[in-house]
């Protein structure tokens, strides 16, 4: 039921969130024993429940966002025992109780569950209109996040948790839910521009917020197949701003603490980004030293590994929402996949990525432009390869995988020389026990 499946992950938002607003005068004197209605009737309140939202998809979230797909799409090795990370990179019939499925489901609909309530008492409350603009767009933004790395993931997904026993949308169906969702907060913060109290409370410098709505727009237009659509929300990110989750020593970089922590890795990142050795990168393409440490080593079942650069080598490290040569990609597939390609732009907007030398997070391929053959399957290659390298550990790489056609994983598991071992995921047992409309699990 809704309320048994969130109302103690809001509570921990609060307690959580509030101690870290150190401008704001909390009304309560134990956040513990808070109800929901207290939370959500206080500026106090609210403000802190958005903090924990980010904190909480931030940290747990993109640790499972990025973790999962990472082993199943072969961007990593895993380098312990531990039964949830075997069965993930020995794939076949993975077990519906693996807990990194079972996170990375839970996680996503928890944090779809606040964004909702959010969204649902934001105007409720006395607040400058800004803010309640800001409020209600944050709130979408991650609404979208969830449903799209659930999408991403899942061959059914959830679209919201405001009824018991929710349906199940197809994962298209999901993304355009997304979709939707983006345009109602950019809708929303044009109709009243964000307010100095929202930035400073609720933003603090790390969130473009316009830009990072209209990034996703980008994102899961192209995953939908709305490619001009696509086109048009990449086209409007300003490149040059940036959206970063942050991290102290009391909420460390969860890629950070998998691979590093106590020098005790769950995971390394594979020789070349996990590609096979048909995928060549130019010699000197910077991408290969920002993200990647030569190791010479392989793991427990003789993968090729290295060690972890990028945005994942210290324990407070920021990690980007979204990366800006994304909206390249994006401009160059969809033109590519659209109903009549348009094979110069996509060569054009490829070679803004590979050519690039002043990218704002230092992820410069800064190679030569693309020379290959001018035909739409040998340009979705190289973007392919590039997606892979440019957007390396971000959580994109099974949907790219099944996107760009890549071989089919079989059901027979410990086949470690195929690209995907899974296409989607089966539906975690404790959603499966408590929700009747979840479907079969898929074959594979």
């Not at 101690?19 to 808070?34: G, K, Q, R």
């Not at 979709?179 to 109709?191: C, F, K, M, T, Y």
């Amino acid at each position: 039921m809704k309320k048994y499946r969130f109302t103690k992950v809001k509570l921990m938002f609060l307690l959580t969130a509030t101690l870290a607003i150190t401008s704001c005068e909390t009304e309560f004197e134990n956040p513990n024993a808070a109800t929901d209605t207290e939370v959500f009737t206080t500026r106090e309140g609210i403000f802190a429940v958005a903090i924990g939202m980010q904190e909480v998809y931030s940290t747990n979230g993109v640790r499972y966002i990025v973790e999962t797909p990472a082993i199943t799409a072969r961007e990593g090795g895993i380098t312990t025992t531990y039964q949830n990370m075997i069965d993930l990179e020995d794939g076949g019939n993975i077990p519906n109780d693996n807990s990194n499925i079972t996170g990375l489901w839970t996680t996503m609909l928890s944090v779809m569950g606040v964004a909702e309530d959010i969204v649902e008492n934001a105007n409720a409350l006395e607040l400058d209109a800004g803010t309640q603009s800001g409020l209600i767009a944050y709130a979408k933004l991650y609404h979208a996040m969830c449903i799209g790395s659930l999408a991403q993931n899942f061959e059914q997904v959830i679209v919201a948790t405001s009824e018991d026993n929710p349906p199940f949308v197809d994962r298209i169906e999901g993304y355009n839910t997304a979709v939707d969702l983006l345009e109602e907060a950019i809708s929303a913060i044009e109709a009243n521009a964000i307010s100095d109290e929202f930035e400073s409370n609720i933003l603090r410098g790390e969130i473009d917020l316009e830009n990072t709505l209209y990034a996703m727009l980008a994102r899961y237009n192209l995953y939908a197949g709305n490619y001009d659509a696509a086109i048009t929300a990449a086209s409007t990110v300003d490149q040059t701003s940036s959206s970063v989750f942050s991290y102290d020593s009391n909420n460390l970089n969860p890629i950070w603490n998998r691979v590093y922590y106590n020098d005790n890795p769950n995971f390394k990142p594979r020789d070349n980004f996990g590609l096979p050795d048909s995928f060549v990168f130019e010699e000197g393409d910077g991408r290969l030293d920002f993200y990647l440490i030569g190791l010479d080593e392989e793991n427990i079942n003789q993968l090729p590994i290295e060690d972890l650069a990028g945005f994942f080598d210290s324990d407070t490290e920021s990690i980007p929402v979204y990366l800006p040569d994304e909206m390249n990609l994006i401009i160059a597939e969809a033109n590519l996949r659209k109903t009549s390609p348009d094979t110069n732009a996509a060569i054009d907007a490829l070679n803004l990525v590979l050519t690039d030398t002043d990218d704002i997070f230092g992820v410069n391929a800064n190679v030569s432009p693309y020379s290959g053959a001018n035909d739409v399957d040998a340009i979705l290659n190289e973007i392919y390869k590039n997606r892979r390298a440019e957007l390396f550990l971000t959580g994109n790489s099974l949907e790219d995988s099944r996107r760009f056609g890549r071989p089919e994983p079989t059901p027979t598991s410990g086949n470690y020389t195929e690209e995907r071992n899974r296409n989607f995921y089966p539906y975690p047992v404790t959603e499966r026990d408590n929700n009747t409309n979840t479907p079969d699990d898929p074959a594979i």
